[in-house]
Structure formats: C-alpha cells, structure tokens
C-alpha cells in the first residue's frame, strides 16, 4: 500500500491506473477506522483493481459548535488496518489543498438535505457533497461506497451522483454493529463506560419498533413515541429526532406502508449518534 498526500499525485495516478483498463473503488472516511469502515474497503477489494482509501476530517461539514478539532484521529492505526483491509492507496489529504485560500466552490443538495440530520446540521450535507465531488474529481473512481448507517447520507451522495452525471457507481454497504447491537461508529469513543453500557437501546428500541410494524401497527407516531419512551430511559440522552420516513424520499409518512426508513439521532453525553432500520411493510 502506498501512502498519497498530493492532489496532484493522486490525480495522475489515477488517470495512469485507467489508462490501463484496471477499475478503482473510492472508500470514503474520515479516518478512527473500525470495521464498518473495514467492511467497506472489504468490498471494495472485491469489486475493483485499485482500493483508494481516504481518510480527511473534512471541516466544511462539521458546524460552528460541533466537534472538528476533537473528532477522534490516529493515523499510525487506520494505515495498518486500511491495509490489512485490502486498501492500495491511502489517499490523506491536507487542510491547506483541499481547501486553499481564497476556496469558494460548494456543491448543495436541496430538498433531500432539508429532513433529519439536516434539519439538525444546516450545513453539513453542504459540507459532504462538496467534499465528495472533490474526492471523486480527484481519485477518479469507477466505484464508490458509502455506509448506510450515514442512510441520509448516502441518498443524498446518489442524488448528486445523478445530478451531476457522475459516471461513478455508487454502493451502500450494511450497518455493522458491535455484538450488543450498537452501530459501530468513530464517535462511539466519546462514550463514557456507563453511556456505552446504555447506548445499545438506540438499537434495540428500533428493533422494538420494527416489530410493533410487524405487528400490524401503521401509525408513525404510536411507533415514535414507544420508541422514544426507550431511549429516554438513558439518563444522559437527548434526542435530536425519531423519524419514520419514506426510504427513497425521505418525506415523513402518515401511515407506515411500502419501503420505510426509521432513522433516528441521539445525544449520549456528548457523543451524538446516529442509527437506523429499513422495513419494508
Ligand atoms: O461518512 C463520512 O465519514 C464522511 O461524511 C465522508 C463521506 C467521508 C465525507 O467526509
């Protein structure tokens, strides 16, 4: 595995890597790797010739008030693990050629960006789709995957894809969860021994919500009330949203029919998670 922080590096690699016919999957992250990330570049290996990993903190999509500078970083760990994963470039941009001075281009998702997190981090979708674009403008992938535990996220980044006739194809891979149940995120680390032993009902209480559906209930705010009535049993949580939406537009449902989505955001302590489920009824 090679090590790339030069934009211009990257670029000409990637274009000499096409020029030879070989397939190159982006895994975009932010780095703290752990095996959701680790799924990702897994398939990535499987699908392509060349695995770019990338790993930047990008300070467009955190607000004012969030948590860029104490976001979790270790390099020396995510280098081995992006490796062992199948990763065979690891792409780490700095600050300064990301975004040089005098940097004024964004790229804005409208509609889809306005509903759950969104609505919570006016400007981080903002944040995400112009790094994107950039990333795929520079690492020029045939392949990009992304979690769906980020299930905003990724619909957002396929809109984009369509919309600006990207001619990458984008995967979304499954949620990867600790054996309790909580979704494996680099956030996870802000959680104090008591909030970790807690967190896990996030998951459970949409589990719990998923067999309510099952159980022939159809009203989203029986559903959303049962489920935060659980997660309210953890002292230190504060819920920024419970939604049951329509999976393909996001669009809140008044009865809970055809593909759905349960998405849902929560402070514990400081660490602000996110987790979801999709139901097909
Ligand atoms: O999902 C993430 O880690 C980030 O939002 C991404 C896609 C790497 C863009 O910075």
Redesign the pocket.
């Given at each position: 595995m090679k090590t790339v922080t030069d934009i211009e590096n990257m670029q000409s690699y990637a274009e000499k890597t096409r020029r030879e016919g070989k397939v190159i999957a982006l895994v975009?992250?932010?780095g703290f790797l752990h095996e959701g990330h680790l799924s990702l570049i897994r398939m990535a290996d499987k699908a392509a010739d060349l695995v770019v990993t990338s790993i930047?903190v990008?300070p467009t999509?955190f607000g004012p008030s969030e948590d860029v500078d104490q976001y979790p970083r270790d390099i020396d760990h995510d280098t081995t693990l992006a490796q062992q994963a199948g990763t065979d470039v690891l792409f780490v941009p700095t600050d300064k050629a990301m975004y040089p001075q005098g940097y004024q281009t964004f790229v804005t998702a409208e509609k889809l960006t306005r509903s759950l997190c969104g609505a919570f981090r006016p400007t981080h979708f903002r944040g995400?789709t112009t790094?994107?674009t950039k990333l795929f403008n520079i690492v020029k992938p045939h392949i990009a995957i992304?979690g769906q535990k980020?299930a905003q996220?990724a619909i957002v980044i396929r809109q984009m894809t369509r919309d600006l006739n990207f001619d990458v194809e984008i995967k979304v891979a499954p949620i990867i969860r600790h054996e309790d149940g909580l979704a494996m995120s680099s956030r996870n680390k802000y959680l104090t021994p008591q909030q970790r032993s807690e967190a896990p009902v996030l998951y459970q209480s949409l589990c719990e919500a998923q067999k309510m559906i099952e159980g022939g209930e159809r009203n989203p705010n029986v559903v959303k009330k049962y489920t935060q009535k659980m997660i309210d049993t953890i002292a230190s949580s504060k819920i920024d949203y419970i939604e049951i939406v329509d999976a393909v537009t996001l669009e809140a449902v008044r009865e809970i029919k055809g593909n759905i989505l349960i998405a849902l955001a929560v402070y514990i302590g400081k660490a602000r998670l996110i987790d979801n489920i999709l139901i097909k009824v």
């Amino acid at each position: 595995m090679k090590t790339v922080t030069d934009i211009e590096n990257m670029q000409s690699y990637a274009e000499k890597t096409r020029r030879e016919g070989k397939v190159i999957a982006l895994v975009p992250t932010m780095g703290f790797l752990h095996e959701g990330h680790l799924s990702l570049i897994r398939m990535a290996d499987k699908a392509a010739d060349l695995v770019v990993t990338s790993i930047y903190v990008n300070p467009t999509q955190f607000g004012p008030s969030e948590d860029v500078d104490q976001y979790p970083r270790d390099i020396d760990h995510d280098t081995t693990l992006a490796q062992q994963a199948g990763t065979d470039v690891l792409f780490v941009p700095t600050d300064k050629a990301m975004y040089p001075q005098g940097y004024q281009t964004f790229v804005t998702a409208e509609k889809l960006t306005r509903s759950l997190c969104g609505a919570f981090r006016p400007t981080h979708f903002r944040g995400v789709t112009t790094i994107v674009t950039k990333l795929f403008n520079i690492v020029k992938p045939h392949i990009a995957i992304f979690g769906q535990k980020d299930a905003q996220q990724a619909i957002v980044i396929r809109q984009m894809t369509r919309d600006l006739n990207f001619d990458v194809e984008i995967k979304v891979a499954p949620i990867i969860r600790h054996e309790d149940g909580l979704a494996m995120s680099s956030r996870n680390k802000y959680l104090t021994p008591q909030q970790r032993s807690e967190a896990p009902v996030l998951y459970q209480s949409l589990c719990e919500a998923q067999k309510m559906i099952e159980g022939g209930e159809r009203n989203p705010n029986v559903v959303k009330k049962y489920t935060q009535k659980m997660i309210d049993t953890i002292a230190s949580s504060k819920i920024d949203y419970i939604e049951i939406v329509d999976a393909v537009t996001l669009e809140a449902v008044r009865e809970i029919k055809g593909n759905i989505l349960i998405a849902l955001a929560v402070y514990i302590g400081k660490a602000r998670l996110i987790d979801n489920i999709l139901i097909k009824v």
